[in-house]
Structure formats: structure tokens, C-alpha cells
């Protein structure tokens, strides 16, 4: 069975030794051996375990999150999961106001350039413009949101729309609403 040292597994995940020094201080991966000189030795077992804690930490998850993810209960992981989701709406939100806010700057710095970046009303401005009422925009969504939910969902999102407005449009276009 093959065995890794602390540093061949941080080294394979791009991880600190002190990293893993301290997910086992805090008990959240202890190594499954130790060698006679005291030395950890993970074990295969081990390594798809951290594979796991770096996929919910690249996904910005707390070590508290990742632990409760990991503890076999998938009734807390979904909402674990939903809390973050819109926390990364949120940031979203927060990063295109910034966006829009330096567009604005730069539009008032500099009178050849025009950064012009499209926001919900710019969207519908334009849907308008294209002849499309209320219904014809609810069929448009209704197919977006048809042949690709999650696109639908980030397109929304990127518009500066908040995470539950998003939610509530993509069932308004279903009819849910």
C-alpha cells in the first residue's frame, strides 16, 4: 500500500507542510500511520481525503465548513453549500458595483474612451428597443433558462442582479411565480 510522506503530499497539493501540521493539530486530516521515528505516513485514503478538503476550500469554504461537509451528513452540506452560493452572489454583486463605479471614472476621466458595462436596466433598455415587450422577454428567459439553467443564472448575475431577484426571474420565466 502506498504511503506519502508530509511533505510529498503537501508538495502534490501545492499545500505548506505547516498546512497539514495544522489540519492534524485541529483534527481535520490525521495521518492514518506513523513510523517508529514518529514520522506521518498518509495513506491513499488520506490523500483522496485532502483531495477533497482543497475542492471545498478552493471553493472558499471556512475549515469549519469543510469540516462539517465532511462529516457524512449531507443534510447540513446542502445548506453549507446554498450559504455560500449566495455569498458568492453577494461578492458578485459587490465586484460589478465596483466595476461599475470605475467605468464611471474612467468614463469621466477620459473623454475618447467610453467603458460602458451593461447593467439589468441596460438589458432591458435594449430588449426594448429590439421590440420585445414583458411576454416576449419571459419567453426569452423561459428558453434561457430551458437549454441552460446555470448560464441563465450567471447571466443574470453578471448583470448586477442580486442572487435572490436571479432566483426569482428564472422561476417567473418557468411560471412558478
Same mark, same amino acid.
Given at each position: 500500500?502506498?504511503? =506519502? ?17 495544522? =489540519?492534524? %493539530? #485541529?483534527?481535520?486530516? %490525521?495521518?492514518? &500511520?506513523?513510523?517508529?521515528?514518529? =514520522?506521518? !505516513? =498518509?495513506?491513499? /485514503?488520506? !490523500? ?19 469540516? !462539517? ?10 445548506? #453549507?453549500?446554498? &450559504? ?12 460589478? /458595483? ?9 468614463? /469621466? ?10 447593467? &439589468?436596466?441596460?438589458? #432591458? ?7 420585445? /415587450? ?11 433558462? !430551458? ?8 447571466? *443574470? *448575475?453578471?448583470?448586477? #442582479? ?16
Amino acid at each position: 500500500m502506498k504511503t =506519502y510522506s508530509i511533505s510529498q503530499l503537501a508538495r502534490a497539493f501545492g499545500l505548506s507542510r505547516s498546512t497539514l501540521l495544522y =489540519y492534524d %493539530r #485541529i483534527g481535520l486530516l %490525521r495521518a492514518a &500511520k506513523r513510523t517508529a521515528a514518529g =514520522y506521518r !505516513r =498518509y495513506s491513499e /485514503n488520506d !490523500r483522496k481525503y485532502l483531495e477533497r478538503i482543497c475542492m471545498l476550500r478552493g471553493a472558499g469554504l471556512s475549515l469549519a465548513d469543510v469540516e !462539517r461537509m465532511l462529516s457524512g451528513d449531507s443534510g447540513p452540506s446542502v445548506a #453549507i453549500l446554498e &450559504k455560500r452560493l449566495g455569498e458568492l452572489g453577494d461578492e458578485i454583486l459587490f465586484l460589478r /458595483n465596483q466595476q461599475h463605479s470605475i467605468a464611471a471614472m474612467l468614463k /469621466n476621466m477620459t473623454s475618447h474612451k467610453c467603458v460602458t458595462v451593461i447593467d &439589468k436596466k441596460m438589458w #432591458i433598455k435594449m430588449l426594448e428597443a429590439a421590440g420585445m /415587450n414583458e411576454e416576449s422577454r419571459k419567453a426569452w428567459h423561459a428558453e434561457f433558462e !430551458r437549454r441552460a439553467s446555470e448560464a441563465h443564472h450567471e447571466f *443574470l *448575475l453578471s448583470l448586477g #442582479i442580486q442572487e435572490s431577484e436571479a432566483r426569482d426571474i428564472q422561476e417567473w420565466s418557468l411560471g412558478k411565480l
